[in-house]
C-alpha cells in the first residue's frame, strides 16, 4: 500500500461546480498534510496546509482533515478553467519537513 | 518572491555518463530537497540536506549522490547515468523546525538518458 493514494484521474467538472479530491495516508503518526496544485510543464505550488481535523478555509478552497478514518480532502467550489491542473497531495514527516506525495490527481474544468 | 532556480531545464545525456544537476535558492532556508516525478507516482525524494556538509538520503537515494557546499546550492550527481534515471527532476527548499513548513519547488529539469 502506498503511504499516500490519491485517484488520478482525469476528474472532469462543469465550470462552477464543485471539484472535490480525496487522498488517503496509511501512517497513523502523520500529522500536516499540504495540497499542491501543479500546472502541466510548471514546479509544484502551495494551495494550503491542514494539520488539524476538520475543515480549513482559503478563498475558493476548502481543505478537510479527519485522522479517525485517515484521508484529507480538497474542495474546490465555483471551480474555474484555470483550476485545470494536476493537484498533489503530501503528508510532512516530522524530522525535517520531508514531504511524501501522493501521485496526482488530474482535474478538469470545462466552460 | 522565493526564488529556487535549477541550471538546465533539459538535459540529455549518454547512458554511463557523469551528470550534475544544480540548484540554488535565494532565501536561506536550511532545507534542500532533490525530488523525481514520474507519472502516477508523484514526487520521489531522492536525497535531502538540512545543513552545509549535510544531507541525509529519501526514499530512492541508489545511484545518486548529492553535494552542498554552501547554504544556498545543492547538487545532484547521477554518477553513472543510466535509462531508468530518465525522469523529472525537482529541487525544493524550505525553512526548518515545523512539520507545516511550505517547501518552494524549482522549475524542474526534465533529464534524458539515451
Known amino acids: 500500500q502506498k503511504e499516500v493514494e490519491q485517484n488520478s484521474g482525469p476528474l472532469s467538472v462543469p465550470e462552477g461546480a464543485i471539484a472535490s479530491l480525496n487522498c488517503t495516508y496509511s501512517d497513523r503518526g502523520s500529522q500536516s498534510f499540504f495540497w499542491y496544485r501543479q500546472y502541466s510543464g510548471k514546479s509544484p505550488e502551495l494551495i494550503m496546509f491542514i494539520y488539524s481535523n476538520g475543515d480549513k478555509e482559503d478563498g475558493r478552497f476548502t481543505a478537510q482533515l479527519n485522522k479517525a478514518s485517515q484521508y484529507v480532502s480538497l474542495l474546490i467550489r465555483d471551480s474555474q478553467p484555470s483550476d485545470s491542473a494536476t493537484y498533489l497531495c503530501?503528508?510532512?514527516?516530522?524530522?525535517?519537513?520531508?514531504?511524501?506525495f501522493g501521485g496526482g490527481t488530474r482535474v478538469l474544468v470545462k466552460p | 518572491d522565493v526564488k529556487v532556480t535549477q541550471s538546465s531545464r533539459y538535459l540529455v545525456k549518454r547512458t554511463g555518463e557523469k551528470v550534475f544537476l544544480e540548484c540554488v535558492q535565494d532565501m536561506d532556508h536550511e532545507n534542500m530537497f532533490w525530488y523525481r516525478q514520474d507519472p502516477g507516482l508523484g514526487l520521489r525524494l531522492i536525497y535531502f540536506s538540512y545543513d552545509v556538509k549535510m544531507k541525509e538520503k529519501g526514499d530512492i537515494p541508489e545511484g545518486y549522490s548529492v553535494s552542498r557546499e554552501k547554504k544556498e546550492r545543492f547538487s545532484l550527481i547521477l554518477e553513472s547515468a543510466s535509462t531508468n534515471q530518465t525522469s523529472m527532476y525537482l529541487c525544493?527548499?524550505?525553512?526548518?523546525?515545523?512539520?507545516?513548513?511550505?517547501?518552494?519547488f524549482g522549475q524542474g529539469t526534465r533529464l534524458t538518458v539515451v
Open positions: 503530501a503528508r510532512g514527516r516530522a524530522a525535517g519537513n520531508k514531504l511524501t
Open positions: 525544493a527548499s524550505s525553512f526548518p523546525g515545523q512539520e507545516n513548513t511550505e517547501a518552494f
